[in-house]
């Protein structure tokens, strides 16, 4: 996984070389996680994220499109709506772009860094902290669509995809994987030569 990381990376860099032209906006959005995999008894959870993106062009129809994006992920207790689990990550996908007029197909890694996690019980106004539970790293894919509403925004639609574990306790045995649907607005400052 670490080898895929760098060879996106590289990517970027090589892209960054050869870019056309490049674009600067952000991003914000809500989203629909929950853990996949072997977990059991949970719900999907509504959350948000927000973040800044850039947009490299290759050439009319292939940009590499690298986001730094926060997002509240987790999901609810199916056995008691009142309890959720939230967390917070830090997510960097480097996805590759593919544009046919104004809709546009996006793919590529996704690595997440935990930066906070809790356990809410809304019944008894209760929160506890359970970070050491989960490993700080998450790796997923993000695959979705774009459309392009004018030159300068638009709307997106993406389903990322946890390829690791996210759970870091040995008492659960299986792999409990990040899974989230987005929906996001989109939108680009003008650049000099626009």
């Known amino acids: 996984m670490r080898k895929l990381f760098l060879a996106s990376f590289f ?14 906006g952000f991003i914000v959005g809500f989203n629909l996680s929950t853990i996949g995999g072997d977990s059991e008894g949970v719900r999907p959870k509504v959350g948000y994220q ?16 690298p986001e730094l994006v926060f997002s509240n992920q987790g999901t609810h207790s199916k056995s008691d709506p009142k309890i959720r689990f939230n967390y917070g990550y830090i997510n960097f996908p480097l996805l590759l772009r593919y544009q046919k007029k104004d809709l546009s197909f996006v793919i590529g890694p996704q690595l997440g860094v935990l930066i906070n996690t809790k356990i809410v019980n809304k019944l008894a106004n209760d929160k506890q902290t359970i970070i050491g539970q989960l490993n700080n790293l998450d790796v997923s894919i993000s695959l979705g ?8 925004m638009g709307v997106s639609t993406r389903l990322n995809l946890g390829l690791t574990n996210a759970s870091a306790n040995s008492n659960f045995e299986g792999d409990f994987l990040n899974r989230s649907l987005q929906l996001s607005y989109y939108y680009f400052f003008k650049s000099k030569s626009e």
């Open 11 to 24: 990517f970027m860099g090589v892209s960054l070389a050869y870019a056309q032209e490049s674009k600067f």
């Open 145 to 152: 669509f774009e459309y392009d509403i004018n030159i300068q």
């Open 50 to 65: 927000f973040g800044v993106m850039s947009l490299l062009a290759l050439n009319d129809e292939f940009s590499i499109q």
